[in-house]
T-cell receptor, first 108, second 114 residues
Framework: GIQVEQSPPDLILQEGANSTLRCNFSDSVNNLQWFHQNPWGQLINLFYIPSGTKQNGRLSATTVATERYSLLYISSSQTTDSGVYFCAVEWPASKLTFGTGTRLQVTL | DTEVTQTPKHLVMGMTNKKSLKCEQHMGHRAMYWYKQKAKKPPELMFVYSYEKLSINESVPSRFSPECPNSSLLNLHLHALQPEDSALYLC?????????????FGPGTRLTVL
């Protein structure tokens, strides 16, 4: 099956810092999504980004499908950004396969 | 309204109990999903319903029995579970089946099997 690896696995930031999270996938995929899971377990869809770049406030994402990776940028981090960030790819068809996750802690 | 609700929030059950998890959405979505998430692991797909019909069963043991009584409601019936079934159970919905549609997740049910 497809391998979806995220790095780093854990990240601790001070409030206000910037960070880049990476998602590598081992096969061609139809699309890619980024999710944030807060400390209480709620999963929120951040981006649907099969290719190209999108921005939403302090977050932006870039997917280079031909090179099989995606990046999530977080700028001016806040404590509410803490949680686990997952990328998820459509593989096989009609199914989301989640990556290994990056656990982010933002401290004051 | 982009909300998916799940009840109960927490559930503790013995291996001989029968219990049910409930998921509801009022967004007019025609696809609904059950995922299982073990601690410190990513969610894993269990079942997908499309237009109230079971479309995908990811080889889930029969002690988990899904049901979709109508387009807004999804249940997961539990019977004779094992301690290793303890996990966070997440429900999601999307406009149609297929990962190209944004999936909206509920807050989950934390299940502990004693």
């Amino acid at each position: 099956g497809i391998q979806v690896e995220q790095s780093p696995p854990d990240l601790i930031l001070q409030e206000g810092a910037n960070s880049t999270l990476r998602c590598n996938f081992s096969d061609s995929v139809n699309n890619l999504q980024w999710f944030h899971q807060n400390p209480w377990g709620q999963l929120i869809n951040l981006f649907y980004i099969p290719s190209g770049t999108k921005q939403n406030g302090r977050l932006s994402a870039t997917t280079v499908a031909t090179e099989r990776y995606s990046l999530l940028y977080i700028s001016s981090s806040q404590t509410t950004d803490s949680g686990v960030y997952f990328c998820a790819v459509e593989w096989p068809a009609s199914k989301l396969t989640f990556g290994t996750g990056t656990r982010l802690q933002v401290t004051l | 309204d982009t909300e998916v609700t799940q009840t109960p929030k927490h559930l503790v059950m013995g291996m001989t109990n029968k219990k049910s998890l409930k998921c509801e959405q009022h967004m007019g979505h025609r696809a609904m999903y059950w995922y299982k998430q073990k601690a410190k692991k990513p969610p894993e797909l269990m079942f997908v319903y499309s237009y109230e019909k079971l479309s995908i069963n990811e080889s889930v043991p029969s002690r988990f029995s899904p049901e979709c009584p109508n387009s807004s409601l999804l249940n997961l019936h539990l019977h004779a579970l094992q301690p290793e079934d303890s996990a966070l159970y997440l429900c999601a919905s999307s406009q149609t089946m297929g990962a190209t549609d944004t999936q909206y997740f509920g807050p989950g049910t934390r299940l502990t099997v004693l």
